[in-house]
């Protein structure tokens, strides 16, 4: 089917709705519109049609239009307070300086619905700089109007998250598709706490779509999202859905979410408080003043739970020398880190005031490590006043005791 059998056959096209759900209230908030064509062979959809760029944009816009109206109209008669998900690629947006959009939602307030219950959804930013700031300013008119808008962050890389931040969106769409429900890429989980991050500092919410298992959903969950969106929660359909309709299956898995995570803390308490014990009673029995030697005889006595140590003052410059286990599981001396700073860090030195004031250890986020690109927890435990213990801790030991 060509642009033209599309353009031919409007009477053939509607939308369906997607649900998406929100995490709060366990109800489905709103529904992404989405083109649909029926054919022959049945109902296709036409996402081909506008992802393709040998097709002119007034057809594009034509289209779009249709299915908007008439996803509008039935939206109306519902009368939902729910939210309705208008798709619009970036590139469709400036090519009419979004008058197309703006002239639709202008008809769509002046019929009774509400700015407020629409929500532009743009992907396909990535667009030179002076295209980037004509999007920002047509986004920041809609929202001067009450309409959300949504940014989509495909794939599993850093790419366009400035652009993101830049276009300062009411919300942010991150896709699980690829991930399945397999493991999550040690890169992807950077990404996926960038995202996190910039949406805390820009005020933005977390969604996430293309959740197809119970193992996205659970990352979902445990990475800060408020909306989810995907085949698990409720497929794409000619009709809305009852409002509660995943309440039952998100009450459930949520408690055992919450099950699990309780657990998981509790050991990472546990596993804390055992170093803390342990390390306490290890300086004790130290009776040298060599920092090499005390990260020798501290880090060799916790076993496989460390892979390396190292001892900074409160400044953050290394004192001793690394301590490495190799992988073949010998202990070697790296003289080479000593005199280097790390007050750098995140957290760095909020832990060293922790430290110095409740005088117990602290076990770190799980973070990858800057040269084994491995995901580690780091336990830091104060010395003295003036000197700290840091200690690496590898991920199978972690996940081995569930401590990951």
């Not at 989980?189 to 991050?197: D, F, I, K, T, W």
């Amino acid at each position: 089917m060509d642009a033209l059998d599309v353009m031919g056959k409007k009477d053939k096209i509607f939308p369906y709705f997607q649900p998406i759900v929100s995490a709060d209230k366990q109800q489905i908030i709103g529904y992404e519109v989405l083109g649909r064509i029926r054919t022959e062979e049945g109902i296709k959809s036409l996402g081909f049609f506008f992802e393709d760029s040998s097709i002119p944009e007034e057809y594009i816009l034509e289209i779009d239009t249709h299915i908007r109206n008439a996803a509008i109209d039935y939206f109306q008669k519902r009368e939902s307070d729910q939210s309705l998900f208008l798709n619009c690629n970036a590139r469709h947006l400036l090519y009419d300086h979004g008058e197309t959009i703006t002239n639709s939602l202008e008809d769509y307030a002046t019929s009774g619905i509400s700015y407020g219950k629409i929500v532009i959804e743009v992907s396909g930013y990535d667009v030179e700089d002076d295209q980037l700031q004509k999007l920002q300013h047509i986004l920041t008119y809609y929202k001067s109007l009450g309409v959300q808008v949504a940014i989509s962050h495909a794939g599993s890389t850093m790419s366009n998250i400035e652009k993101i931040a830049f276009l300062n969106p009411n919300i942010i769409k991150v896709d699980l598709t690829n991930l399945k429900d397999k493991g999550m890429p040690p890169e992807y989980r950077e990404v996926l706490y960038a995202l996190s991050m910039l949406g805390r500092k820009i005020g933005a919410t977390l969604l996430f779509e293309g959740i197809e298992g119970i193992g996205q959903l659970k990352y979902a969950w445990e990475n800060g999202g408020r909306y989810y969106q995907g085949y698990y929660l409720g497929r794409p359909g000619p009709e809305f859905l009852s409002v509660d309709k995943c309440k039952p299956l998100l009450t459930k898995e949520f408690h055992h979410f919450i099950e699990h995570e309780r657990k998981r803390l509790l050991s990472l308490y546990t596993l804390s408080q055992n170093f803390n014990h342990h390390l306490q009673q290890q300086v004790k029995r130290t009776k040298h003043n060599d920092w090499n030697v005390i990260v020798s005889e501290a880090a060799q006595s916790l076993g496989e739970a460390c892979f390396r140590g190292y001892i900074c003052d409160e400044d953050g410059r290394q004192v001793s020398a690394n301590y490495y286990r190799n992988g073949e599981g010998i202990w070697e001396s790296q003289p080479e880190y000593e005199g280097d700073n790390w007050s750098w860090r995140p957290y760095f030195l909020e832990n060293i005031v922790r430290m110095r004031h409740e005088q117990v250890g602290i076990l770190s986020d799980l973070y990858s490590d800057i040269e084994t690109n491995e995901l580690i927890r780091t336990y830091s435990y104060p010395i003295n006043e003036t000197h700290y213990l840091f200690l690496d801790i590898p991920y199978l030991y972690l996940y081995e005791r569930d401590d990951y």
